[in-house]
């Protein structure tokens, strides 16, 4: 536990702590997943060299310093907070930079505004699954318009009532897990909580085959409706009815090395105490106009630093937001040095593939010149 860090108590799993003067490497997990969701990473990275930080994300696992309820106030949970809370680990650990910063899922949007906002602590970003669209714009060129520039923003309203008019009639994954009772939904499904984590794992890796993912060509309801159940949802199913009819056989269960029953297990432990509440605040975040505005602070400004996006080729996710991998990589990210789409795994690389997953950071890292901090350490050596 490492306590004080931006109001919070943080949870960390680390390796290669034991000598000083290591460089640091920060992982950052998404949704719904923990620190954890790095353990087959974590060692790749500390045999290389690195002090290897995973904390448990505000709203998870066994950080505490959050209010575990769904009338909480969004702002703690913002990107803007939550950059803070790694800006702050990374300085209660007594380093001023990081040698490589990795995030995954909802963690990706939280790394890239790291490096867009402190580029001279991140000095390089790996995104993982969700590509990163560049921060929201300011209204350009509009003093001589005769319209207000304050129209409201309806295009996640437009998108829900064309997805409700599709047959049958659909819902964005995004909307169901901003409802209030998505949490308790998720947390006591009918099927028990350890069959539903195992079932939404498994429906979203490679081991499921009909994750076939493609670009689609434009964010219309149309094109959404290729997406799986799972990311398009049936109007009025809960997640946990979504994905019970692609529940792992006895024998897939088995075969699954990546994901086994005792280390399920501990997802099952932590989310049946937490539940998901903490985790689903972010997908309020990204929705509320106030929050939104927030983040315009940062309009027009592009990542600057070393960056790489990663997923698994079976993943949707690269795909989910039509055209933000190409603005990411021409306009967003100055210096992305590639798209790696790795074989046999889906959503989980740091847990269905890690050892290509380390080598694809590892020879990023090399080529950025991450590792080389030993002047930027902090107090103890660090």
């Given at each position: ?119 001279d602590v991140f000095p390089s970003v790996a995104l993982m699954s969700a590509p990163f669209p560049g921060p929201p714009a300011l209204p350009f060129d509009t003093a001589q318009s005769e319209t207000s520039s304050a129209q409201p923003n309806t295009g996640n309203q437009d998108l ?79 997640m946990p009815q979504t994905v019970a009819p692609f529940q792992p056989s006895a024998a897939e269960v088995l075969a699954s090395k990546w994901l086994t029953e005792p280390e399920l297990e501990v997802y099952t432990a932590e989310y049946g105490r937490t539940g998901f509440q903490g ?104």
């Amino acid at each position: 536990m490492i306590h004080g860090v931006n109001g919070l108590d943080v949870h960390i799993l680390e390796a290669g702590y034991e000598s000083l003067g290591r460089p640091l490497a920060l992982l950052l997990h998404g949704f719904p997943d923990l620190a954890y969701g790095w353990r087959h990473l974590i060692p790749i990275l500390a045999d290389a060299g690195y002090h290897v930080v995973a904390p448990d994300q505000r709203g998870f696992g066994r950080t505490t310093g959050w209010v575990n309820d769904y009338d909480a106030r969004l702002e703690p949970f913002s990107l803007l907070n939550m950059t803070r809370d790694a800006l702050g680990l990374v300085s209660a650990l007594g380093y001023r930079r990081t040698a490589m910063l990795v995030g995954h899922d909802t963690g990706s949007p939280v790394a890239a505004y790291c490096a867009l906002a402190r580029p001279d602590v991140f000095p390089s970003v790996a995104l993982m699954s969700a590509p990163f669209p560049g921060p929201p714009a300011l209204p350009f060129d509009t003093a001589q318009s005769e319209t207000s520039s304050a129209q409201p923003n309806t295009g996640n309203q437009d998108l829900a009532a064309a997805l409700a008019a599709l047959d049958p009639p659909r819902q964005y994954y995004q909307q169901y897990f901003s409802t209030r009772e998505a949490n308790d939904e998720m947390r006591r499904p009918p099927q028990g909580l350890h069959t539903f984590l195992r079932t939404y794992f498994h429906v979203k890796s490679a081991d499921w085959p009909g994750n076939k993912p493609h670009p689609l060509k434009a964010r219309s309801a149309k094109e959404l409706e290729q997406l799986p159940t799972y990311y398009v949802m049936d109007l009025g199913k809960t997640m946990p009815q979504t994905v019970a009819p692609f529940q792992p056989s006895a024998a897939e269960v088995l075969a699954s090395k990546w994901l086994t029953e005792p280390e399920l297990e501990v997802y099952t432990a932590e989310y049946g105490r937490t539940g998901f509440q903490g985790g689903l605040m972010a997908y309020r975040v990204f929705s509320d106009p106030d929050l939104t505005a927030e983040l315009r602070l940062f309009s027009g400004k592009t990542i600057d630093v070393p960056s790489l996006f990663i997923n698994g080729k079976s993943d949707w996710g690269t795909y989910q937001t039509p055209g933000a991998v190409d603005l990411m990589k021409t306009k967003v990210a100055t210096r992305m040095r590639d798209i790696e789409l790795i074989d046999g795994a889906g959503h989980w690389p740091q847990q269905e593939q890690p050892v290509r997953l380390g080598t694809l950071l590892l020879a990023f890292i090399k080529e950025a010149g991450g590792a080389d901090h030993s002047s930027d350490f902090g107090p103890g050596g660090r």
